[in-house]
C-alpha cells in the first residue's frame, strides 16, 4: 500500500453512530385542531418550541406541507449554534406528522431523526404521542480539530437548560 | 477528558500522522488485534506498537492483552458523550411539550377555557 492511498482514507474517519428512541406521552385540555396547529404554524412553534426561556430559536424558512422544509437555528440565547432542517414527510390534519430531522453544527452532523407525532381524541382533550428514532454521532472532536474549542458547546447548552 | 486541554493537544497530536489516523479509523468500525491493525499498513510490528502507545497515551485507544493477542479498540467515552447528548434532547422534548401545554392553556378559546365545551 502506498503512502498516498493511506492518506486519502486517513481522511475518512467515521464517526461512530448510535440509535435511540426517546417516546413521549402528553394528555392537553384542548382539541385536536388547536394542537395540531401549534405544530403547523411557525408563529405558534417559535413560542412553545424551545424547551426553557433560555433557548433561542429562529426561522429561516418554513414550508408545512408534505415534502417541504423547515430550516431553524437554535441555541443558547444569542449563539444560535444549531442548524435544524425538518422535513416533513406525512401530514394527515389532526392526527399525525411524520417528519425527518438534520441536526448539525457548523456544517457538522451531530444527529438523524425520524420524528412521529400522533394525535389522538381523549375526551375533551387530545392525547399526543411523539416518538424520536435518532441517530447520534459521537467523536466530533476527533473530525473537527479546529473547533476543539467548542467540545464542550452542547455541555453549555446542558447547563443553560439546567439553569 | 475532552475538556482538559492537554488532554486534547496529546489527542490531536496523536491524530496529526496519517499511519495514526489509519489505525484510528479501521478501529472505529471494531476492535482488532495489533497484527489486524499492522497488516494493511506495511508498517512492522514493533511501528505499530509505537504509534498504538501514542494512541492510548492520547486517550483516544485502549488495547488489552488475552492470552497472546492484544486486542485495541476505541475509547468509548466518545459513547458516553453521546448517551448524554440523547438524554438532553429527551431532556429538550419535554421541556417542549410543557410549553406546548401552556401555549394551549394561554390560546385557549372561551368555550375551552372551563376545560369542557
Known sequence: MTERSVEQSAIAIVPPLNHDTIVLERTYEAKPARVFEAFASPEARMRWGVPSAH?????????????????????PRGNLVYRVETRYRDIVPQRRIISTEIVSEGGITLCFALITVELLEAGSGTRIILTDQVGAFGGRSMIDGHRAGHAGALDNLAAELRR | M????AQLDLMFQALADPGRRRMVERLS???ASVSELAE???????????HLHLLETSGLVVSEKIGRVRTCRIEPKALGDVERWISERRRSWEGRLD???????????????????
Open chain 2, 99 to 117: 410549553r406546548l401545554g401552556d401555549f394551549l392553556a394561554e390560546t385557549a378559546p372561551g368555550e375551552e377555557k372551563g376545560g369542557k365545551t
Open chain 1, 55 to 75: 433557548v433561542e430559536l429562529e426561522y429561516d424558512q418554513a414550508d408545512f406541507r408534505i415534502g417541504g422544509m423547515d430550516v431553524s437555528r437554535c441555541g
Open chain 2, 40 to 50: 494493511p499498513l506495511d508498517m512492522s510490528l514493533s511501528a505499530v506498537m509505537q
Open chain 2, 2 to 5: 475532552l475538556h482538559d486541554p
Open chain 2, 29 to 31: 468500525r471494531g476492535p
